[in-house]
């Protein structure tokens, strides 16, 4: 279990941070260097269009490697893209980003391609995550059924966020909490999934829960 730093909760100690190593004359010289931060793999699942792509892109550092592919007539009628018929593009692969929380803590975002015949690919993406995320479009409550389903069956602690396009929920969180059967214990949020600050936030309520399941807290 990773060590996760108190300042999870403070989320303005939130990356950038510059740990200072400046050397004092009584300090050993072994015990100053700056330790690597403990690497923590999050998937981020979810239907399609309901902005995993854009919530990795957020959050990341590192530029996002994104697999997204320009949709062709052969995925009519299977890639759905909704309420989004200008969405041409689509997650083939994976997407992938990085994010320093703080010095000990440094999350590696894996965001799952949406559609079901990449399904065989998530026992591989989950292998070592702390967490899960499962992005969803509040118009479209149905489509992130397989991801609930996926994590709960795989017992990997998960949030569900729901992405507000443009500020607007379709509906509200304690209904998409029944809508989608979910047990008290697993946190609904609210965020938006092109603003950093929104993903960081959806994104310490997962390592909050994740902790509390490790500490015993809480139920897994
Ligand atoms: N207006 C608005 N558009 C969004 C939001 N989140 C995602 N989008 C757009 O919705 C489309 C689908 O998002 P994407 O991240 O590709 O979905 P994915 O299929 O889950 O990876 C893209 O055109 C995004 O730019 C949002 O919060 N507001
Ligand atoms: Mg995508």
């Known amino acids: 279990m990773p060590r996760m730093s108190p300042t999870l909760t403070t ?8 740990v200072d190593y400046e050397r004092s ?7 100053l260097r700056p330790q690597p931060p403990v690497p923590v793999k999050i998937v981020v699942a979810g239907g399609f269009a309901a902005g995993k792509t854009t919530t990795v892109g957020a959050i990341s550092e590192i530029m996002p490697l994104t697999t997204e592919a320009e949709m062709t007539e052969a995925s ?20 992938f980003g990085s994010v320093t929380i703080d010095e000990s803590l440094k999350l590696y975002l894996f965001g799952t391609p949406g559609q079901d015949r990449f399904v065989f690919m998530w026992d591989d993406l989950i292998r070592g995550a702390l967490g899960g ?5 509040s118009s479209r409550l149905d489509d992130c059924h397989p991801a609930v389903d996926y994590f709960e069956r795989a017992q990997l602690p998960f949030i569900v966020a729901v992405n507000a396009f443009d500020g607007r929920l379709a509906h509200d969180l304690e209904t998409v909490r029944w809508a989608l059967a979910l047990s008290e214990h697993i946190p609904v949020v609210a965020f938006d999934a092109r603003h950093r600050h929104s993903v960081r936030d959806m994104l310490l309520v997962l390592l909050e829960l994740a902790l509390s399941r ?7």
């Open 11 to 18: 989320p303005t100690s939130f990356c950038e941070s510059s």
């Open 25 to 31: 004359p009584n300090r050993p010289a072994a015990t």
């Open 76 to 95: 009519l009628g299977i890639d759905d893209p909704g309420a989004l018929p200008h969405k041409t593009t689509t997650t083939v692969a994976l997407d």
């Open 133 to 137: 995320v499962v992005v969803v479009d």
């Open 214 to 220: 490790a500490t015993g807290a809480l139920p897994s």
